[in-house]
């Protein structure tokens, strides 16, 4: 058990995919109670609709404000690369418990419940019954499936990259030029000596070959511009937000329930590859000559 609840787990880091799913959510929430109005509903007095909406209102209330704001004012806590099966679990606890919060406040204001910490209680058991333990089949099947995929997408990669592989050419004239914002510093190197460039706000860590040895030099500028600055050179590629690598460093891939891992030589450095780029980069990787 300990071992699935390490388990790599994907985050969901997009506004817009938070909002569908508190939506989604929300309005499970509204439908189950209005059709089947369970826990004695079907003797609020003044309309069921009403009721069942305004809990539905309340469940995209409270998950939106777990799962968008609060990710966004704890970033590191929610970073993917340390997420798991036992946080998304933890998560979804914390979710329940301030959805049954929720219902109650509003049942209160409602006037169908009082507040106190028996029915606090049983308000978080409905809201367990309801939620809970569906959220907790659909993580743990979600986290299989989605291993699954990604590590046999990598399989089939990691053949043809083997079929395919050559040898790098260090015949290009060209050289790379990375120049920092104010223009202060640059690196000048060899394509073939990029490795990957990593970023974290306003600066870029470039991790490349001097002399056969792996290094690598602080800069100030963004991904965004540098990706600009190497559009020339089909061999880099910006795989996430934060990575930019050389497709030609790469010896390996392999993939979890995150998606897939760029393996890179001379580095243990293990590079991530958004999930909107799955299709791209197999395709980069796959006709790489």
């Known amino acids: 058990m300990i071992k699935i609840l390490k388990a790599p787990y994907p985050t969901e880091n997009s506004n817009a995919s938070n909002w569908k799913k508190s939506f989604l959510m929300s ?21 069921i609709l009403k009721l069942t909406s ?6 995209l209330i409270t998950m939106s404000f777990l799962n968008i704001l609060i990710p966004s004012i704890f970033q590191n ?8 099966v036992g946080k998304q679990v933890f998560w979804s606890i914390v979710n329940v418990a301030c959805i049954g919060l929720a219902n109650l406040l509003y049942s209160n204001l409602m006037e169908v419940a009082n507040l106190s910490f028996g029915n606090l209680l049983i308000f978080e058991g409905y809201t367990v019954a309801l939620a809970f333990f569906p959220l907790l089949l659909f993580i743990f099947t979600n986290q299989k499936l989605l291993r699954n995929r990604f ?12 079929t395919s592989q050559t040898e790098e050419s260090e015949q290009l004239p060209q050289q790379i030029i990375l120049e920092s914002e104010n223009n202060t510093d640059s ?3 060899m394509p073939v000596e990029l490795i990957y460039i990593q970023s974290a706000d306003n600066y870029i860590t470039v991790f490349y070959l001097k002399q056969n040895k792996f290094t690598s030099i602080l800069l100030r500028n963004t991904l965004k511009s540098i990706d600009g600055q ?6 880099f590629f910006r795989c996430h937000k934060s990575y930019l690598v050389n497709l030609n460093k790469v010896i390996h891939i392999s993939g979890n329930a995150q998606g897939f891992k760029l393996h890179l030589e001379n580095t243990d450095e293990r590079v991530p590859v958004s999930r909107s780029h799955n299709t791209t980069i197999k395709e980069l990787l796959t006709i790489r000559p």
Do not use: D, H
Request: proline content about 4%; overall charge positive; some cysteine.
């Open 187 to 189: 690196l000048i190197l």
């Open 77 to 84: 806590y929610f970073l993917e690369k340390n997420w798991n």
């Open 230 to 235: 190497l559009s020339s050179f089909s061999q």
């Open 151 to 162: 590590e046999k997408a990598a399989t089939t990669i990691n053949n043809k990259l083997r």
């Open 54 to 59: 305004g809990y539905g209102f309340a469940c």
């Open 27 to 47: 309005s499970f929430v509204f439908l189950f109670l209005y059709f089947f109005q369970p826990f004695g509903l079907n003797n609020y007095p003044f309309g």
